[in-house]
């Protein structure tokens, strides 16, 4: 079986903690991608192989634990606005 080409969405290491992400995504053409499709996100050495929608629910569920977490710590605030300024 031929591995369908794919595109890298974003890889990045994560200055302050070394953590090293990516993600990647089958090559269609506009509004083309389907749930047979798989996307691939990397963490460190953790592999993880979803359909779009497992993707969107995973960051969905991931941005709620977020919100939780600063909610009850705001002091972290800090580290969401390091985390998105890409002037350095």
């Known amino acids: 079986m031929v ?3 794919s595109v ?3 890889d990045m290491v994560w200055p302050e903690t070394g953590l090293q992400t990516s993600a990647r995504v ?3 053409p506009k509004d083309a991608l389907s749930e047979d499709d798989e996307l ?7 592999t993880l192989s979803l359909s779009p929608l497992e ?6 569920f ?20 390091t985390a998105f300024d890409l002037r350095e």
């Open 40 to 46: 691939e996100l990397r963490l460190d050495f953790v």
């Open 8 to 10: 890298e969405l974003l």
């Open 62 to 81: 991931l941005r709620l634990c977020v919100d939780g977490l600063l909610d009850h710590h705001p002091g972290l605030q800090r580290a969401v606005i």
């Open 3 to 5: 591995e369908p080409e």
């Open 26 to 28: 089958p090559v269609r």
């Open 55 to 60: 993707f969107i629910q995973l960051a969905s």
